[in-house]
């Protein structure tokens, strides 16, 4: 019907037939506050569901206090959540489907505050995960996963530094003395030099006296 309806509408009609589809699955799939109702309503229910396990959990089984404080604390949060920040969204998205307010929050406020309390939902799941792991563990402590040898590489210490800058210091003192040994052969070729001239030049200047 509602592809009829916008076959009657004369500009829809100059639309391509694969247009038409994408704006009835689009009309059809809009995200306003009864879509986002029903996640919302998955996610109360799912944690629901898990605080109830962890309640029966606790009256069926003798944990140590540490398992204990987990799923107290697992608990809380969800509880918490489901309260609080649920219970705002779901008024948001009713404000959305009440026609009457004004202004009301549109499906970008709606989808923009879900996508905070994603974080909080993961959050929370990766608490229930770790509680749903020990319980298939008969509820003895979690193995750590196994860990590779890596040979470690410690960054070079101090110690080190000073190593190489004593070396360098050692190698531009070798550079400074083979330099001052050339310069001491330099000047003592040069005295040589003048001696041999001296011992030239004497012989003749006594000849002619």
Same mark, same amino acid.
Request: with cysteine; hydrophobic share 40%.
């Given at each position: 019907?509602? @592809? ?17 589809? /994408?704006?009835?699955? $689009? *009309? ?21 569901? /898990? ?25 809380? #949060?969800?509880?918490?959540? &489901? ?16 026609? *009457? ?6 499906? %970008?406020?709606?989808?923009?505050? /879900? ?8 959050? &929370? ?21 196994? $860990? ?10 101090? $110690?080190?530094?000073?190593?190489? #800058? ?15 040994? $050339? ?13 041999? %001239?001296?011992?030239?030049? &004497? ?5 002619? @006296?």
């Amino acid at each position: 019907e509602m @592809l009829a309806c916008l076959l009657d509408n004369c500009q829809v009609c100059r639309l391509p037939f694969p247009m038409i589809v /994408w704006v009835v699955q $689009r *009309s059809v799939c809009q995200r306003d506050g009864r879509w986002f109702l029903k996640l919302l309503q998955a996610e109360t229910d799912r944690m629901e569901g /898990w605080c109830r396990q962890m309640e029966l959990d606790q009256r069926e089984n003798e944990l140590p206090e540490d398992i204990l404080e987990k799923m107290r604390t697992a608990v809380g #949060s969800a509880q918490l959540l &489901i309260s609080q920040k649920f219970q705002q969204f779901r008024e948001l998205c009713e404000e959305n489907l009440n026609l *009457s307010i004004h202004p009301r929050p549109v499906a %970008s406020d709606l989808a923009g505050f /879900w996508d905070m309390l994603q974080l909080s939902i993961e959050n &929370i799941s990766l608490k229930f995960d770790e509680l749903h792991q020990l319980r298939a563990n008969n509820w003895r402590p979690l193995d750590p996963p196994d $860990r590779k040898v890596v040979p470690h590489h410690h960054p070079p210490l101090a $110690r080190d530094r000073s190593l190489e #800058s004593s070396e360098k210091q050692r190698q531009e003192a070798r550079k400074r003395l083979m330099a001052a040994k $050339r310069a001491a052969s330099v000047r003592q070729n040069s005295a040589t030099e003048s001696a041999d %001239s001296i011992e030239i030049y &004497i012989p003749e200047a006594q000849t002619r @006296l």
